[in-house]
């Protein structure tokens, strides 16, 4: 957080953020500072504790202690509020394969109660910049992997949320549906108005989208800056995947139940 | 007189959230419904199958225990009996293996996203529950037909018509939001489908469905009488049959089955986010 403190406005503030389950410790002290319109990485190795801090952070899970706000919003007191600030695309697929991509956009717009006489016009956008207007009125089990996270993403964002939730956005994508998702995340970007909280374990995408980064391991943060920073202070050839390795002591990753690990390859393999 | 005027905007501003929370939640919850409708009518064959079992229970066990006259119906034929029996049968064994999809849902990652939105939870619970009712009623047109072709007088009443898409649309929602809550608390496949086979047969043989009230013995009668499925069966009766009469009251029935939805759907609502945990 010491990297980021000069950043005008907050849009996700956590302070002392845990959960834990049993005696499992999943996040313990967080302390995060995300200013508005950046794109920020969570990284760290399985069972580093960021799904657990997205969770939280999208109203998802309560914490058993310390406190976060997401949009100015108090993520426990207000989680309606925060919810109706937020898009979030799971790590899971959330697309529902058996209605078409229109079907889904029509169904989030309803959801967010997005404005009647706004919609079309919305998922007609929408569905132009995710470049899924061929395809829009396909079933989307009919869809590459790469056409459902673009799909999701244009779920995600037509209600036009302050701040995006993307839990491992690219897990399962070839590299040119990579490359796709990645053009997508820095088009908005560039529009300026949103900001975007990302889990990733893929070093090259948070080093290529990421203005900042934050590296969690066993459940706590570990290092936090911009890439480049990150990568400086450790030498001057330093990659990001040293960075990585240096901040969780290089160990033979330990976190991830049976229970995770299969969720991911059901997810890989949907998507692939 | 100042606290008058300035009460009036005061009344205006909060009925004008109040209003659009109850629009906002009705929209949210019809197109819950609506979606799940859409994949139903693309993808009928859950339809046809579930509609074996009930043509069995009318065809086979019906007729031959009409012939037997073992069970006293009094003025209805065994068959006029038993044919509302089956319809609730087959709104309840459809309705309780819901919890089913919305485990899927919950393995891949739609449960999350939907309890990510603002939509209200009970919106969301009632509007799976509406899928579920709409689900019920091609069973009840499939028991129409094949009630018809083998005799069972049947009623044509509009108004009770009418009482009977209510019944069976509130019976499968009623079953379904159980099943939603079964699902919340085990939140696996194979603990939920022993769950679920567990308590469709004691509800199904525990009812009037297939024999009277009078005909079992006290214990069992007053577990009948909590059975919620009785209540649906009674109202079927009512309504279904020309010369069914109603053993609870119609009324009743109506007001147990939307008193134990509404129930059901606030239980379901406060159990549904932990799905996403």
């Known amino acids: ?272 | 007189m100042t606290s008058a005027g300035s009460a009036r905007p005061l009344v205006a501003s909060d009925s004008a959230p109040a209003f659009d929370a109850v629009l906002g939640f009705a929209g949210q919850t019809v197109a819950v419904t609506l979606a799940e409708a859409r994949k139903l009518l693309r993808d009928p064959t859950e339809l046809v199958s579930r509609a074996v079992q009930p043509v069995l229970w009318l065809i086979v066990f019906g007729q031959v225990f009409t012939r037997t006259h073992a069970i006293p119906t009094g003025s209805l034929s065994y068959l006029e009996f038993m044919a509302p029996g089956v319809l609730a049968q087959g709104v309840l064994f459809t309705a309780i293996f819901f919890g089913i999809a919305v485990i899927w849902e919950r393995d891949l990652g739609i449960v999350h996203k939907m309890l990510a939105s603002p939509a209200p939870r009970a919106a969301l619970v009632l509007g799976k529950a509406g899928a579920a009712g709409v689900r019920g009623l091609p069973q009840a047109v499939i028991i129409y037909v094949l009630a018809a072709l083998l005799g069972v007088r049947l009623s044509v009443h509009p108004g009770g018509l009418l009482c009977v898409v209510a019944l069976v649309v509130l019976g499968s929602a009623v079953f379904s939001t159980f099943s939603l809550i079964v699902a919340c608390l085990v939140k696996t496949r194979e603990r939920f489908m022993g769950i679920g086979q567990l308590l469709t047969m004691p509800l199904f043989f525990a009812s009037n469905a297939i024999y009277p009230l009078d005909l079992m013995p006290g214990w069992l009668r007053v577990v009948a009488r909590v059975n919620p499925l009785s209540y649906f069966v009674d109202g079927l009766r009512a309504t279904m049959i020309t010369t069914g009469v109603s053993h609870f009251g119609l009324g009743v029935d109506l007001a147990v089955a939307a008193g134990l939805l509404t129930v059901l759907v606030l239980i379901a609502a406060r159990l549904y986010p932990g799905l996403a945990r």
């Open chain 1, 1 to 272: 957080m010491s990297g980021m403190s000069d950043s005008p406005t907050p849009v996700i503030t956590t302070s002392a953020l845990a959960r834990t389950f049993g005696s499992l410790v999943a996040v313990r002290d967080l302390d995060l500072l995300v200013p508005a319109g950046v794109i920020f990485g969570l990284l760290g190795p399985n069972g580093a504790g960021k799904s657990t801090t997205i969770k939280m952070l999208t109203t998802l899970l309560p914490p058993t202690a310390g406190r976060a706000a997401v949009a100015g919003f108090d993520i426990v007191r207000q989680a309606a509020d925060v919810r109706r600030h937020i898009g979030y695309v799971p790590q899971l697929l959330s697309a529902d394969g058996a209605l078409t991509g229109r079907e889904n956009l029509a169904l989030s717009a309803s959801l967010y109660r997005v404005p009647r006489a706004e919609r079309r016009r919305r998922i007609d956008d929408a569905l132009a910049f995710m470049d899924l207007v061929g395809s829009a009125n396909l079933m989307v089990r009919t869809y590459s992997g790469g056409m459902i996270r673009r799909l999701e993403l244009a779920q995600a964002m037509l209600h036009e949320p302050t701040v995006l939730f993307l839990d491992e956005p690219t897990i399962g994508l070839d590299p040119m549906a990579r490359r796709a998702v990645w053009d997508r995340l820095l088009d908005l970007k560039a529009q300026g108005r949103l900001t975007v909280l990302l889990t990733t374990h893929d070093m090259e995408e948070a080093d290529m989208l990421c203005d900042a980064v934050a590296i969690m391991h066993q459940g706590a943060l570990v290092r936090i800056g911009p890439p480049a920073d990150l990568r400086a202070a450790l030498g001057p050839d330093a990659t990001l995947e040293d960075v990585f390795a240096d901040a969780v002591g290089g160990a033979i990753e330990e976190g991830g139940s049976y229970r995770d690990v299969r969720r991911l390859r059901q997810t890989a393999r949907r998507l692939g």
